[in-house]
């Protein structure tokens, strides 16, 4: 499906990213592994080396433009490319609206939004000149519906999706295609960390009637990357257990 292309992975050392750069490599794409901890995406790339898959792991902040820039010329110096750009790194810091600091909204707006921002941007100058690539933005559900303490994360994350939507418009003439993929919620470290109990009310709100899989959101990227999603662009896939319609 995305055999021998380059794919850029950010927040690529754990949880979704980690699970869309293997995804990508089974598909037969060659992983440029990013995140701040470069030990975690060294690790990454070891792994797929043992598996018969090229990759690069490169430390990177995605609020840093010079950071995203140097992420993307390693790419190019490495592999002569890039085809598919993942905009996964993310944080949260939650806490209700009357409390949340400052450095708590700025920090989740930055990473989550700005870090998309310059990616995007540094790779585009790539893309535009090959005339094709694939980005995709990892939003959420809450981006749609909301939720209560985590307006920052609610926020960068519907911002994300309005970005989605104007860089389609920009770059399809290019042949340029910009999706989002929209995730429920997933089960990861930090909702195994929760009690059972409030595991299993999330799961009794979700029609499927189980948390997703960082798998099934790997599964919807690896679609959106791919020659099969070639006419598809501007758009949102949510992939929620049908919880948000």
């Known amino acids: 499906m995305v055999k021998d292309r380059v794919a850029v992975v950010t927040g690529a050392s754990r949880g979704i990213g980690r699970s869309i750069a293997l995804a990508l490599a089974a598909g037969g794409a060659k992983i440029v592994a990013a995140d701040v901890s470069l030990e975690g995406c060294q690790e990454l790339v070891d792994e797929l080396a043992a ?3 090229e990759g690069l792991a490169v430390q990177c902040n995605v609020t840093s433009s010079q950071d995203a820039e140097r992420l993307i010329d390693a790419a190019v110096a490495k592999f002569g490319r890039v085809d598919i750009l ?5 944080i949260t810091r939650d806490g209700m609206l009357m409390r949340m600091k400052d450095e708590e909204w700025d920090a989740v707006l930055s990473i989550n939004l700005k870090g998309a921002f310059v990616c995007t941007r540094a790779v585009c100058k790539v893309m535009t000149k090959q005339r094709s690539g694939r980005i995709i933005n990892i939003a959420s559900i809450v981006g749609q519906m909301g939720n209560a303490g985590q307006a920052n994360y609610c926020a960068s994350k519907a911002g994300l999706i309005g970005l989605t939507k104007s860089n389609a418009r920009e770059l399809a003439r290019r042949s340029i295609t910009v999706n989002a993929v929209a995730p429920g919620f997933i089960a990861t470290a930090m909702t ?5 109990k ?3 009310e999330l799961a009794a709100q979700i029609p499927l009637e189980r948390l997703g899989s960082a798998d099934d959101i790997a599964n919807a990227v690896l679609f959106l990357a791919s020659d099969n999603s070639a006419y598809i662009t501007g758009q949102v896939l949510a992939v929620n257990g ?4």
């Open 51 to 53: 598996q018969g898959t």
């Open 192 to 196: 195994d960390a929760l009690p059972e």
């Open 242 to 245: 049908g919880m948000y319609m």
């Open 198 to 200: 409030v595991r299993n």
């Open 86 to 90: 993942i905009n996964n790194a993310g």
